[in-house]
């Protein structure tokens, strides 16, 4: 059975495709999915393995560890897995691996406390062991444990510094990774001598999957020295906490960078696998378009910037293809992904999804061939329960009819609530996945 | 023989690539060759006219004429144009056509007596006479011609408050026209009962002929009606002189609305043809591109939005095609043409197109497959001398072995001095036209 979004007002032609795309991405990109999908690729077996463990961390912790269980039954010995406090769907289907609740987005003992509790289970694993992680987005909050001269205060300064001196994720990381007691692959040496396979759902967009959950598992490409170029880059060095710069400081004069780097020991019997990203949700839709006898045409999966200049730039090049029939001739598919940012100057309600969308209105209201929908892929755009919205020439007639100016709400950040009266939000529920956001333009026939 | 224009370090195959498509650019978007090609593509011949005439206005009035008089030689009976104080390049040349100085980008009385010169002119015309208008950006300011009952000052009160108010060119346009004694139409009615043919050089994107030069000769398909919402929409009644109020309250209480709409006899014995616009520059530099070889793709002419974020959509898509090898196999040579805006937040010194490069190039930087470029078409890019920039992979190099953070100097709008220290402006001197901006990307081979 091919399974579908409810799409506002699905009559015409474009809204049911959108519906059966937005259906085809939300089943594709889910925990669960991801991983059978994956297993099944692989043809998976764990092998000679004397005990399987289960570790992780993450918001889809508990989904990924039911497919494991699924898949390797009563191989599995046992393990734990961080996830987000109350996130607890599932729970009790958990046959052999115990869930710790952490707190997130901002972490507090109880991540320190999972943290730790990682770290033993995986101290306990020997050379004949095999220990499978799952890794997802949050994964970096929920298992927060500071280097031993460290505290969480000490950390939180950090990320609060780095913030308001606009660093980039890059930089960002390779501070955290080494003030880290279990970031930066120090999950991987405390595995070693065991075997371990990572499956990585990655919420990072154009970055390596050391970014995904400051990489508990996988290789650090950067070094005390890195992180000791964004203190001084951002003259920081007066500003952090003395034990901080302590820390680097040791870290630098030491002989021997104790970062993981890749060649480490503690990689040597391991391997890391991306089981869905946002690769997997612009594929699902391109894959589900085409099946519905659509062209496509995946314009970028590293699309980032200002919500309202990206949605100016993609819904014109849609113009071109109605107007020009280039750079493709119509009909087809257009389908973007990535993360965008929204400067809020407003007070209104929205999430960079459904504002992108409120942001391409004005350019689709004379162009009854396209029609652009937006797709947050944890189903929760922004502060809002909605995971998108569609946007055509329809919507800005009810728009016009109920007297809603686009420009205002756009202006007032309000695009929740815009899209609410035109009755264009696009609803799905926690998807409890997230591979980021999709962009899908419709362009060419209609049936009605 | 082919003309190319100057790129810093021309000695690869993609910057030898972009000075020749720039160089074709120039060529095709200069006012003369513009209207040449229009004249060759219609045969064009002026049939049983009594007398010609030539009015106009806007940067490009020198050399448009120019090549009117080349090409009808004494059939050009007299007239006169209006150009920019100081932009008198050629006006030895002409013979039979007059040449009036106003002022530019701030109106001031030279503008009034000049568009009375040309209603003067217009009046003279005669049934059996034909008025060849050349039009092209600028024409709006240098015909400053306020309503019988407004004054300059007026006029100029009316643009600050719509600029403040974030009225659209659309909404901006409406109130004009109905302010003036010569836009949106008015001095095809001064012409009338003569036949006239207006050749329109155009820097608006994404809007109609009306909207450049403030549409002196063609249609306005706005009225009192859609003036009095603008000022109704940001509440100006209170804050509008009142004689401009008062105008527009007569002319809305006329019984018929005195707007020159479509369908006006004005336009009767009227064409209006663009000899040059955004298109004709994204086509000259496709044809380039495909005589050097290359498969070529114009993604839009319509861009707009913050260059910094525009820059992010364009270079991932050409990221998409190195790493994905969709939406395009490469090589490929990708074509968008537009306008975007800068917000600025720093005291550096840029252009919007020079800001657009520097803000691509971190996405560049281990992309050496990558090339991208900007062009101000009119070869002013915002403050600066330069017309554009050159970024790839090397730039990002010497950025690097000059110690320059392309992030700060993006913070400060400081890209002409950035592209300045790594050698990537690109100069083509004024080319006298105004088309807009294009960004040109090759994707692919590198011979070296």
Same mark, same amino acid.
Not at 27 to 54: K, L, M
Not at 72 to 82: E, F, I, K, S
Not at 118 to 124: H, I, P, S
Not at 309 to 314: C, H, Q, Y
């Given at each position: 059975m091919v399974k579908t979004v409810p799409i506002p007002k699905a009559n015409t032609e474009?809204?049911?495709?959108?519906?059966?795309?937005?259906?085809?991405? +939300?089943?594709?990109?889910?925990?669960?999915?991801?991983?059978?999908?994956?297993?099944?690729?692989?043809?998976?077996?764990?092998?000679?393995?004397?005990?399987?463990?289960?570790?992780?961390?993450?918001?889809?912790?508990?989904?990924?560890?039911l497919t494991v269980e699924a898949r390797?039954?009563?191989?599995?010995?046992?393990?734990?897995?961080?996830?987000?406090?109350?996130d607890d769907a599932g729970v009790d289907e958990l046959q052999y691996v115990e869930v710790v609740e952490a707190a997130h987005p901002v972490p507090d003992e109880s991540c320190e406390t999972a943290a730790?509790?990682?770290?033993? +289970?995986?101290?306990?694993?020997?050379?004949d062991d095999l220990v499978i992680c799952v890794i997802s987005g949050g994964g970096s909050a929920l298992t927060t444990l500071p280097a031993p001269s460290l505290s969480i205060e000490h950390l939180q300064r950090v990320t609060k510094l780095l913030l308001e001196s606009g660093a980039t994720i890059v930089e960002t990381n390779a501070m955290r990774k080494h003030l880290s007691a279990i970031a930066g692959g120090r999950l991987a040496a405390a595995i070693e001598p065991a075997r371990h396979l990572s499956l990585i759902l990655s919420d990072v967009i154009g970055a390596g999957v050391d970014a995904v959950a400051s990489g508990?598992?996988?290789?650090?490409?950067?070094?005390?020295?890195d992180a000791w170029a964004v203190v001084d880059k951002f003259?920081?060095?007066?500003?952090?906490?003395?034990? +901080?710069?302590d820390h680097l400081r040791a870290g630098l004069s030491r002989e021997v960078d104790e970062t993981l780097s890749p060649g480490a020991e503690a990689f040597r019997?391991?391997?890391?696998? +991306?089981v869905g990203d946002v690769e997997l949700a612009v594929c699902a839709a391109a894959e589900s378009a085409r099946n519905l006898g659509w062209d496509t045409a995946i314009l970028s999966t590293t699309i980032d910037g200002e919500a309202g200049?990206?949605?100016?730039?993609?819904a014109s090049i849609a113009q071109e293809i109605v107007h020009r029939g280039r750079p493709f001739q119509p009909p087809i598919c257009l389908i973007a992904g990535g993360e965008t940012t929204v400067t809020v100057t407003g007070n209104g309600r929205g999430g960079r999804n459904q504002e992108l969308a409120l942001a391409a209105l004005h350019r689709l209201a004379g162009e009854?061939?396209?029609?652009?929908?937006?797709?947050?892929?944890?189903?929760?755009?922004?502060?809002t329960d909605a995971a998108g919205a569609i946007a055509d020439a329809p919507t800005w007639q009810r728009a016009q009819q109920a007297e809603l100016d686009p420009k205002s709400y756009l202006q007032n950040n309000d695009s929740f609530r815009f899209f609410e009266e035109t009755g264009d939000l696009i609803f799905t529920g926690a998807t409890g996945s997230n591979v980021n956001d999709l962009v899908i333009i419709l362009v060419g026939h209609r049936d009605e």
């Open positions: 474009h809204r049911r495709t959108m519906s059966a795309i937005f259906g085809a991405v +939300v089943e594709a990109i889910a925990p669960q999915s991801a991983v059978e999908r994956w297993f099944d690729a692989e043809d998976y077996d764990p092998g000679e393995a004397n005990r399987v463990f289960v570790l992780g961390a993450g918001k889809a912790s508990i989904a990924m560890t390797l039954g009563d191989r599995v010995a046992g393990g734990v897995v961080v996830t987000r406090r109350g730790r509790r990682l770290l033993e +289970v995986a101290e306990q694993a020997g050379e508990l598992t996988v290789a650090d490409p950067t070094t005390f020295h003259e920081l060095a007066d500003r952090l906490p003395t034990a +901080v710069v019997r391991g391997r890391a696998c +991306v200049d990206v949605a100016g730039v993609l009854p061939q396209i029609t652009l929908a937006t797709l947050a892929t944890d189903g929760i755009d922004g502060p």
